[in-house]
């Protein structure tokens, strides 16, 4: 069965708010073997069901290291999810950036610490292939979608994942941007890999909103909220576009990951 019937096959995480724009809502609490996530919204967006997860929590209450990762993906892929568009806040470490960019990351690397990674975590031994991180296919959809409707849109971006819930110190941004690092968020990992675990295609759709640490005065979580407040009619506008222009039928390879059981 593809996307357009009856099963949820589109999914968006993301900042609380965004369930606003799906019509006929519902909200679900789904139990997994790793604990229960926070209420999933259910509902209609141009006709396609989709479900939308707040990945902190309806009250904004779960800081990035405190999220369940594999409660969210395993509730996502109960309900049949088979693309999930995220979306994240991000610094840019790039000097070219400016907040109020769009991103659309093409790689990677990953500096959390302290969180679940896997689903493979016993026997058999299992070591997924990520030399794709991001779903090529959702990947150009959401690029394509940026480019009609933002006025600056980065492509091909590395970004880097912090541990949090502190910003960076100046140096950690040296060095990630010695390591190619453009953009700097708290979230894709383990998201992005737990997702290929279990064969979903995941892509975030980035948005700046600061310079990273050293490069501007200091780093605020306020300035933060209020560029996702003055970007929130854009990104809508990008994850409706993506969410009419996805295919039923995937012809990616995420959901065969190289590696997986
Ligand atoms: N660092 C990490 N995560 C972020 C930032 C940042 O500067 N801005 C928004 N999310």
Redesign the pocket.
């Known amino acids: 069965m593809g996307v357009g019937s009856d099963r949820i096959g589109i999914a968006v995480i993301g900042g609380t708010g965004f369930e606003r724009i799906l019509e006929s809502r519902e909200t679900v609490l789904i139990g997994t073997p790793f604990g229960i996530p926070p209420p999933i919204i259910l509902g209609d967006v141009g006709g396609r069901r989709v479900a939308f997860l707040p990945r902190h929590g309806l009250e904004h209450s779960l800081p990035?290291h405190r999220v369940n990762y594999r409660a969210n993906i395993w509730a996502l892929k109960s309900l049949g999810v088979e693309r999930i568009i995220s979306t994240?806040?991000?610094?840019?470490i790039n000097p070219d950036y400016r907040p109020g960019d769009i991103a659309i990351p093409a790689d990677l690397i990953d500096f959390t610490k302290g969180r679940k990674y896997t689903f493979f975590d016993g026997a058999p031994v299992i070591h997924i292939d990520v030399t794709t991180p991001f779903c090529p296919e959702l990947s150009s959809l959401l690029l394509e979608e940026s480019r009609k409707r933002a006025p600056a849109v980065r492509s091909g971006s590395v970004m880097a994942v912090?541990e949090?819930p502190r910003?960076?110190t100046p140096a950690e941004?040296r060095m990630l941007r010695a390591l190619g690092a453009d953009l700097?968020?708290?979230t894709a990992s383990p998201e992005a890999f737990l997702a290929r675990e279990l064969g979903i295609c995941y892509c975030p759709l980035c948005f700046?909103?600061?310079?990273?640490?050293g490069m501007q005065e200091r780093?605020t979580a306020e300035e933060?909220l209020k560029v996702a407040e003055r970007l929130r009619p854009i990104i809508d506008s990008i994850i409706r576009g993506a969410i009419a222009s996805i295919p039923s039928e995937r012809k990616c390879r995420c959901a065969t990951p190289a590696g997986g059981p």
């Open positions: 990035p994240n806040a991000v610094g840019a912090t949090g910003f960076e941004i700097v968020g708290m700046v909103s600061n310079m990273a640490a780093v933060v």
